[in-house]
């Protein structure tokens, strides 16, 4: 949403507007003190919270497990602890839920907090990758020039690299037991405003100075240590400005300065390219579903042969494939292959004091929600041990009265091949659009495994959750999927799996787009339309 959530930074401005009417000075710095009594208050609205409206809180995790956690939480508090503490004790906890859309959202997060706690020169000076625990840089923006593409850093101020990795993990949200996506949201690669590694990183491993001491390992060399200068948070967003410029200078019919999120342009063999790097476009004035409709309409009269949608890095958001889909149909598709939950009817009055949202209906549901029954075990053994045993209330999907969603087949019909460029990052609407794809047989699917989970996940609404003592906030997620078939714990696998190297990260190889334009070239080498 996250990236965030999917909620990301188009929807941040509703932080603001949360209460929290006994939040911290209106400076805080991240050292600021909060009380253990007023901690504690804030872990008892979390887990009050949590229980009653939380559709995901034991899906991974048992009643007792959870308590368990909670009570730790709250223990640790108990003599108190600075803002920064709490925000990152705050994050270990949420990551326990394995929810990739339940944590402590960087981006929601008032403006003060995250001067507070989120800034510092304190960002490594490059972008990297993480491939099989080692970390290999993608682009150098050090002042010094240390760090060509395609080194690999093996240390950090003295801390092994895959030590680092270990520890972020217990920090970075997913769904289940999708490693993969934790390890993507490691990567710093300018796609995101507030990074996951920038942010955790200087919470673990601290230093005095600006200076980093790095041991690397440029392409063919020995390893050797350089020293370089850390990046504040403005110069990381100035480079994440100067890539964006970069890529619309290759030819995108856009850029984020005018609005326009995405990419297209037509590649030297005819076929299109179209980069979807972000669908978090809640309160965008952008009119992207015209922009999207026009580019397709432009395929079919050009009789494009194939179609790449680039959806690597992109989280999700809203349903923005559903538009690409209504262009593939040839008929109208009803998508009814999971059951959508939610926790309530209607929101305690005791608990909406520290909640927001941008649709008050979240509030109640009202008739939307009818209380689920359970079928009995015998006819769907799979329930008994994939929903967990508490109340569930089935939620009506828009335009419909069993909760299925109808996409309307659209003309003219786009009839050329499709391949969608896949990776960890696809966790929500962009996983869901993957599996429809695959599951349809619309297209084929060309990198690595997705993030999300095929055993479902939670999303779809959301809660800002305010803690009034400590000012922070956690998203609460309100809808919940569940397979109506047992599956694993796990993502999407791609029909074709590229790995990354090193070797291809130096010499600037796209492997995938190049796997993607081959199997165009070669059908009979691999799936498709």
């Known amino acids: 949403m996250l990236k965030n959530l999917l909620l990301v930074a188009s929807i941040a401005w509703l932080a603001t507007?949360?209460?929290?009417?006994?939040?911290?000075?209106?400076?805080?710095?991240?050292?600021?003190?909060?009380s253990g009594a007023d901690l504690q208050s804030d872990v008892a609205i979390l887990r009050r919270t949590y229980e009653a409206l939380h559709p995901g809180l034991y899906r991974y995790n048992t009643k007792p497990q959870m308590d368990a956690a909670f009570a730790a939480l709250s223990q640790r508090f108990a003599s108190g602890a600075t803002l920064a503490e709490t925000y990152l004790a705050l994050s270990e906890f949420t990551t326990k839920i394995r929810c990739g859309h339940t944590y402590a959202n960087f981006y929601n997060q008032k403006d003060e907090i995250q001067a507070a706690i989120f800034q510092g020169q304190?960002?490594?000076?490059?972008?990297?990758?993480?491939?099989?625990?080692?970390?290999?840089?993608?682009?150098?923006?050090?002042?010094?020039?240390?760090?060509?593409?395609?080194?690999?850093?093996?240390?950090?101020?003295?801390?092994?690299?895959?030590?680092?990795?270990?520890?972020?993990?217990?920090?970075?949200?997913?769904?289940?037991?999708?490693?993969?996506?934790?390890?993507?949201?490691?990567?710093v690669l300018g796609e995101d405003e507030w990074e996951t590694f920038d942010i955790f990183f200087p919470m673990y491993f601290s230093a005095t100075s600006p200076q980093i001491t790095l041991q690397v390992q440029r392409p063919q060399q020995k390893s050797q240590q350089v020293t370089v200068t850390a990046l504040t948070q403005p110069q990381r967003l100035a480079n994440r400005e100067i890539l964006?410029?970069?890529?619309?200078?290759?030819?995108?019919?856009?850029?984020?300065?005018?609005?326009?999120?995405?990419?297209?342009?037509?590649?030297?063999?005819?076929?299109?390219?179209?980069?979807m790097p972000d669908w978090a476009l809640y309160n965008s004035k952008w009119d992207w579903k015209t922009w999207l409709n026009a580019r397709m309409d432009e395929l079919v009269t050009k009789h494009t042969p194939a179609l790449i949608i680039d959806l690597r890095g992109n989280e999700g958001g809203l349903d923005v494939g559903d538009v690409i889909l209504s262009r593939l149909l040839t008929n109208d598709l009803k998508v009814q292959d999971s059951l959508r939950l939610v926790r309530y009817r209607a929101v305690p009055p005791e608990l909406r004091t520290n909640l927001d949202t941008w649709d008050k209906s979240f509030f109640d549901w009202g008739s939307d929600a009818t209380p689920w029954v359970r079928p009995a075990t015998v006819v769907r053994p799979w329930l008994s041990t994939e929903i967990p045993p508490v109340e569930y209330f089935t939620l009506k999907s828009e335009g419909s009265s069993?909760?299925?969603?109808?996409?309307?087949?659209?003309?003219?019909?786009?009839?050329?091949?499709?391949?969608?460029?896949?990776?960890?990052?696809?966790?929500?609407a962009t996983f869901q659009f993957e599996n429809l794809i695959r599951k349809i047989g619309l297209g084929t699917l060309i990198g690595q495994p997705t993030g999300g989970n095929r055993r479902g996940i939670n999303g779809g609404a959301f809660f800002f959750l305010r803690l009034p003592k400590s000012g922070l906030e956690v998203d609460l997620p309100l809808i919940s999927n569940f397979p109506t078939t047992a599956e694993p714990d796990a993502g999407l696998e791609?029909?074709?799996?590229?790995?990354?190297?090193?070797?291809?990260?130096?010499?600037?190889i796209d492997l995938e787009l190049q796997s993607a334009i081959k199997l165009l070239q070669h059908p009979a080498s691999g799936a498709g339309k």
């Open 17 to 34: 507007s949360a209460s929290a009417q006994t939040a911290p000075p209106a400076q805080p710095s991240a050292a600021t003190r909060i």
């Open 122 to 187: 304190n960002r490594v000076p490059f972008y990297f990758r993480w491939l099989d625990g080692r970390m290999i840089v993608v682009r150098d923006w050090s002042a010094e020039k240390a760090l060509p593409r395609g080194t690999e850093v093996l240390a950090i101020n003295g801390h092994p690299a895959a030590e680092i990795q270990r520890k972020l993990m217990t920090v970075t949200r997913a769904d289940g037991s999708n490693d993969a996506k934790r390890i993507a949201l490691l990567e």
């Open 244 to 275: 964006s410029t970069e890529r619309a200078a290759d030819g995108a019919t856009g850029d984020r300065k005018d609005g326009v999120v995405f990419e297209f342009r037509t590649l030297p063999n005819g076929d299109a390219y179209l980069r």
């Open 402 to 428: 069993d909760g299925s969603k109808v996409i309307s087949a659209v003309k003219p019909r786009f009839t050329g091949r499709v391949v969608v460029l896949t990776d960890a990052q696809n966790s929500s």
């Open 494 to 508: 791609p029909d074709l799996l590229v790995k990354k190297t090193p070797e291809a990260i130096e010499k600037g």
